[in-house]
């Protein structure tokens, strides 16, 4: 971070808040899941969520990430691990 950000300032109360230190591992894997999400929503309002999962599984070896409520209303997301966000981006097609 080479900014300074007035409400890191305020709200830690740090000397220099540029010493903040984002993990590159969670970024990515909120960077990666964001992506995922937005995917999902696309694919959801084509009505092939079981698609998106299969090819999920099939490609990256990774279980369903979208998973049907108990109540049948709607879907979750389950997070990423960072393992399987880096099978995620890497996955080639065969």
């Known amino acids: 971070m080479t900014r300074e950000s007035a409400f890191l300032k305020q709200e830690w109360g740090v000397d220099d808040v540029r010493r903040v230190v984002m993990c590159p591992l969670h970024a990515d894997m909120r ?16 009505g092939k969520i079981r698609s998106l ?8 070896k990774i279980q369903p990430r979208f ?7 709607g879907y979750e997301q389950y997070g ?7 099978k995620l981006r890497e996955a080639e097609d065969e």
Request: with cysteine; charged share 25%.
């Open 53 to 60: 999962n299969d090819l999920i599984l099939h490609h990256c």
């Open 31 to 46: 960077l990666t899941e964001g992506l995922l999400a937005g995917i999902f929503r696309k694919v959801h309002k084509l």
């Open 80 to 86: 990423l691990s960072g393992t399987e966000c880096r």
């Open 67 to 73: 998973v049907q409520k108990k109540n049948g209303k």
